[in-house]
């Protein structure tokens, strides 16, 4: 519930504060007064559209701040947490600022928010209806919502099936249609794949093999090199032929090491370190030696290592830069090619899951056909009771709730995503099932029921609405309902009830009215009139809660245009009079 609306800066209004409370409040004052700033201020507050044009002349920004009561709200505390403010007390304030340059700014407890933000977190708090709203009311979706509310108990589980499924089968036939749509890139993609792995499986390549054969084909390419440099370093190290050598000079210089070491103990510990020398030489000697009689030079294996080697470099060109990466690419595409090779498989699967979507859609769509077909019978008779209560005894309500046939398609297993087999019946089907709901009025007794929008005059359409919303009441989750002179065009003993039923609805919500019209002004719990003053330069208009004497002002000044006119104040005290007789 909305405990206080703060308005400054906003068209006519500088400032002034609006304190709001259960039950019944209208608000009135004359033409141009400001009335409907109010409802401005508040479609800013449900994160409405800014418009710059609304900030007062002269003022560098307009604000309007709303305190609610969130401790009957459901959610409404963890969606202030979650935007990043406070709720104080059970309270949360909600702010807009709009500068006169078109900047909009908003807030939630205390938290500058995207102005998306604050729509979504405030769009349950209120219902505004308006004379656009009537246009509203007109559209075959808010009809079917108003009914969808009215028989919730019954319509809510299934249409949430129904929605399921349907989100469901719309998945699996997108799916369905673009694998069947790329059936031929994908058998192109499979064959190329197919060929590529069937290549790298000919050659079987090894996990390192390419660096391995690379070395072996440098090792045969230069067998005799090498073993001529080793023939001869063993000559160097070891000689055969007697001559010099490493050994020997080695050895030669541990014998005269050795000579000296008993006159002194340094020498020893170099003859020592020369013999360590020497056994080194004879074991590198010997394995120069072993080496050398290893190579051998061997053209058949160096033709195989070279042609191996060449198929491996076919690989590499192709599918990587190693054999490595060439064994990576083969596993990937091993993997994707049994994904392509099973896409008749998939499109079987896809259009049997589509067949059973289908058919369980079809049985949950007719019960909630049957479901919204018994809540439209209820909800026109309760109309219907309403609009005899609102002065139109003779008018009734019907609820038309009507399927559109669609032709057979050709083939019944791939019909159009739009058409849905319902019984013996394709039928059209959305997201919200397969029924278009009218609301139809017969406005005289005898007349053929006609829709909205060619049956019902503004004043008509406007007691429609409001018997609808009074029907709708105890079903609605939204704690607080404005009307912006949904009266209009009414008067006489239609507007009497208008302010019966507007109190009759405010039992159960908090109601906030403008209006131009006496008779349903003397029904609310709280009165504020706007008032308009001038300086000569300047026109301001203020909120003001009106005591009993002044509500009966108001009222006299509403029915004759005079506030002290002695007729019009007994006129006006009889109107108060009746509206609280109304228990």
Request: glycine residues 8%; negative net charge.
């Amino acid at each position: 519930m909305i405990e206080e609306i703060r308005i400054s800066s906003l068209g006519v209004i500088d400032s002034s504060t609006l304190e709001l409370g259960p039950g019944l409040t209208v608000i009135t004052g004359e033409t141009g007064a400001g009335k409907t700033m109010v409802v401005t201020a508040l479609g800013l507050l449900l994160g409405g559209r800014a418009d710059s044009g609304a900030v007062r002349a002269g003022a560098k920004q307009a604000r309007v701040e709303g305190v609610v009561d969130a401790s009957d709200i459901d959610g409404l505390v963890d969606a202030v947490d979650e935007a990043g403010g406070e709720v104080e007390d059970g309270r949360v304030v909600l702010a807009r600022n709009v500068s006169a340059e078109g900047r909009s700014r908003a807030y939630v407890g205390g938290a500058g928010v995207p102005v998306t933000t604050l729509s979504e977190l405030a769009e349950p708090l209120v219902a505004v209806h308006g004379q656009s709203d009537q246009h509203r009311l007109l559209k075959p979706q808010t009809q079917r919502r108003a009914l969808d509310r009215f028989g919730a108990d019954g319509i809510d589980p299934l249409l949430e099936s129904y929605r399921a499924l349907h989100g469901e089968l719309v998945a699996t036939e997108r799916e369905l249609a673009e694998v069947t749509a790329s059936a031929r890139e994908r058998a192109r993609e499979a064959d190329l794949l197919r060929f590529g792995v069937g290549e790298v499986e000919a050659v079987a390549p090894q996990p390192g093999e390419d660096a391995e054969l690379a070395s072996e084909e440098a090792r045969l390419g230069h067998a005799d090199t090498l073993r001529t440099a080793a023939e001869q370093a063993r000559e160097a190290l070891s000689s055969e032929q007697g001559q010099p050598d490493a050994l020997g000079a080695v050895s030669a210089a541990r014998g005269l090491l050795e000579g000296v070491r008993e006159h002194d103990a340094e020498a020893g510990e170099l003859a020592d370190r020369v013999a360590e020398i020497t056994y080194l030489l004879s074991d590198v000697a010997a394995d120069v030696a072993s080496y050398a009689a290893r190579i051998d030079t061997d053209p058949t294996r160096l033709a195989a290592v070279s042609e191996r080697r060449a198929a491996l470099t076919g690989l590499t060109r192709k599918y990587g830069e190693t054999v490595d990466e060439v064994l990576a690419w083969m596993e990937q595409s091993s993997a994707r090619l049994l994904e392509l090779d099973s896409t008749d498989d998939r499109i079987q699967h896809l259009a049997a899951e589509s067949a059973r979507l289908r058919a369980e859609l079809a049985d949950v769509a007719a019960d909630l056909s049957a479901a919204r077909t018994s809540a439209a019978d209820k909800l026109a008779t309760a109309v219907t009771e309403e609009l005899s209560l609102l002065a139109m005894p003779h008018a009734s309500m019907t609820v038309s709730v009507t399927q559109r046939e669609a032709p057979a398609p050709e083939d019944p297993d791939r019909p159009e995503p739009d058409v849905l087999l319902v019984g013996d019946r394709w039928l059209r089907f959305g997201r919200s099932g397969i029924d278009d709901v009218e609301l139809l009025l017969a406005a005289n007794t005898g007349s053929e029921p006609r829709p909205l929008g060619k049956g019902a005059s503004g004043g008509e359409l406007s007691r429609v609405m409001l018997a609808v919303e009074v029907c709708l009441a105890g079903t609605s989750p939204v704690p607080t309902f404005v009307f912006d002179e949904v009266d209009a065009g009414v008067g006489g003993a239609a507007a009497v009830e208008i302010g019966r039923r507007l109190a009759e609805l405010a039992r159960s919500a908090q109601v906030l009215v403008v209006t131009h019209l006496p008779q349903v002004a003397a029904y609310a719990d709280r009165h504020v009139v706007v008032e308009k003053a001038s300086d000569g330069t300047i026109t301001s208009s203020g909120l003001t809660t009106l005591d009993d004497a002044g509500r009966e002002r108001e009222l006299s000044r509403m029915l004759a245009g005079m506030a002290e006119s002695d007729t019009a104040l007994a006129h006006a005290r009889e109107l108060l009079e009746v509206a609280r007789r109304r228990d």
